[in-house]
C-alpha cells in the first residue's frame, strides 16, 4: 500500500520560512508520485494539553477544538515530516503542544514510522538545531514504531519570507520531498 505522507507546518507567521519549505517538499512528494497533505497550524485553535489522562482511558481529548481533526490526520500517515522554526534553540510553542496534544496516540497501536524534522533559524551554526532535535527525539522515543529518519537544516535564514533568497534550501526541501 502506498505511504501516507504528512507534511506539518509549525510557523504562524504570513511568508514564513517554513512554511515556504513544506511547500517544496510537498511538491517533491507529488512529483515522485507519493501520497502527501500539508498541515499547517497557523490560524488553528490548539489548546495546551491539560494532562487529565483521560485519553489513555478513552482515547479521546476532553478539549474540543481542532486538535481532533488534526490527529486523525496523524493517525492515518505513515510518515510525519515536521517543519519548523527554532525558537529560543528549541521547539516553538505551538510545535510542542501539538505533539503534547498527541497523547491519545501513547501506547496505541500506531501507523507512523519515519520521522523527519525541518527547521530555520536566524543562526547560522551547525549546532543551532541540536536542542530542537533532542526534544522531539524524546517524543520519538515515546513511540517504539518510529525513528527519527532524517533532518534537514536551514540556518542564516530570519525575515519573511528570506529562504527564497538561499534557493538551495527549498531545493533541498524538494529533494527531500522526492526522497520519502
Ligand atoms: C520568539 C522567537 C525566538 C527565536 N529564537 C531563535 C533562536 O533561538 N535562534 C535563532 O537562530 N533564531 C531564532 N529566531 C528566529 C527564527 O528562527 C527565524 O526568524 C526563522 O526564519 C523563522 O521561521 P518562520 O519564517 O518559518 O517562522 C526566533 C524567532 C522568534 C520569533
Redesign the pocket.
Known amino acids: 500500500m502506498e505511504k501516507k505522507i504528512l507534511i506539518v507546518s ?4 504570513v ?7 513544506a511547500e517544496e517538499i510537498l511538491a517533491g512528494a507529488r512529483e515522485a508520485g507519493k501520497e502527501a497533505e500539508l498541515l499547517s497550524l497557523k490560524g488553528k485553535d490548539l489548546r495546551f494539553c491539560v494532562g487529565c489522562l483521560a485519553c489513555q482511558k478513552t482515547g479521546k481529548c476532553v478539549l474540543r477544538d481542532d486538535m481532533g481533526k488534526m490527529l486523525d490526520r496523524v493517525r492515518e500517515a505513515d510518515v510525519l515530516v515536521l517543519v ?7 521547539l ?1 510553542g505551538q510545535l510542542k503542544t501539538f505533539l503534547d496534544r498527541c497523547n491519545p496516540l501513547y501506547g496505541g497501536e500506531n501507523r507512523f514510522r519515519d520521522v523527519y524534522l525541518v527547521t ?4 547560522d551554526a551547525e549546532s ?1 538545531p541540536h536542542r530542537a532535535e533532542e526534544s522531539l527525539g524524546g517524543w520519538i522515543e515515546c513511540f517504539p514504531q518510529a525513528r527519527l529518519a532524517g533532518s534537514l537544516f536551514c ?1 542564516g ?7 527564497l533568497a538561499r534557493p538551495e534550501y527549498p531545493a533541498r526541501a524538494r529533494a527531500l520531498g522526492a526522497s520519502l
Open positions: 509549525a510557523s504562524l507567521r511568508r514564513s520560512n517554513s512554511e515556504l519549505l519548523t522554526p527554532i525558537y529560543y534553540y528549541g516553538p530555520v533559524a536566524a543562526d543551532a540556518g535564514v530570519n525575515g519573511p519570507g528570506e529562504i
